[in-house]
């Protein structure tokens, strides 16, 4: 079992969408990493929590490390948010980062 | 605003050959990171260098070395490469190690034929 496990793997939804991407994980974390990669291949940083809640525009994320899960939201999605999200954990005692394998957000105008 | 450079961005090479990709960022970043990215797998991190003069292994360093050859620059080497090599390779830095925000290049397509 990964570490790091996100869902859906694929979301495809209307333009307007309240959207909603998750992430568990199942070693304790220092931090959490929310990140995007357009379709071009580049990849962005977007938040870095390690409790609580960040916002960012319309992105929100949040984290609850007792339940060891994060979201990331989206409100009123846009076509230009079709990208891959992935999330990404920093263990304790640990470095380096460990990721998840991604999802797929398209928005439909 | 040039951020984090590779080169090149798309190589083909015959199983056996050898290449060097390279990697420089003018943030004056600490730490530089080498991934690669396969379908249906997350980002595996191949080498990573936490400061100038220091390189440690990651996820996957077999078949591949890495050069700190200064602050900036960070740089792969596959030395026979092989199909299974074949990936995205990309190219990362922060300020230090450890759970700060990464700053990617743009990457590397690599086919071993």
């Known amino acids: 079992k990964n570490e790091v496990e996100q869902s859906p793997q694929n979301l495809t939804a209307q333009e307007g969408e309240f959207i909603t991407i998750n992430c568990s994980y199942s070693?304790?974390?220092?931090?959490l990493h929310w990140l995007q990669q357009h379709p071009g291949g580049g990849i962005v940083s977007l938040f870095m929590l390690s409790s609580g809640k960040k916002k960012h525009g319309r992105l929100i994320a949040t984290i609850n490390i007792q339940e060891k899960h994060s979201s990331l939201h989206i409100t009123a999605s846009h076509p230009r948010d079709s990208a891959v999200y992935i999330c990404?954990?920093?263990?304790?005692?640990?470095?380096?980062?460990?990721f998840g394998t991604g999802t797929r957000l398209t928005i439909i105008p | 605003n040039a951020g984090v450079t590779q080169t090149p961005k798309f190589q083909v090479l015959k199983t056996g050959q050898s290449m060097t990709l390279q990697c420089a960022q003018d943030m004056n970043h600490n730490s530089m990171y080498w991934y690669r990215q396969d379908p249906g797998m997350g980002l595996r991190l191949i080498y990573y260098s936490a400061s100038e003069g220091t390189t440690d292994k990651g996820e996957v360093p077999n078949g591949y070395n890495v050069s700190r050859l200064n602050k900036r620059e960070f740089s792969l080497r596959l030395e026979s490469a092989a199909p299974s090599q074949t990936s995205v390779y990309f190219c990362?830095?922060?300020?230090?190690?450890?759970?700060?925000?990464?700053?990617f290049g743009d990457g590397t397509r690599l086919s071993i034929l």
């Open positions: 990362a830095s922060s300020v230090l190690q450890g759970g700060q925000p990464q700053h």
């Open positions: 990404a954990v920093r263990r304790f005692g640990n470095e380096k980062l460990t």
């Open positions: 070693v304790g974390i220092s931090a």
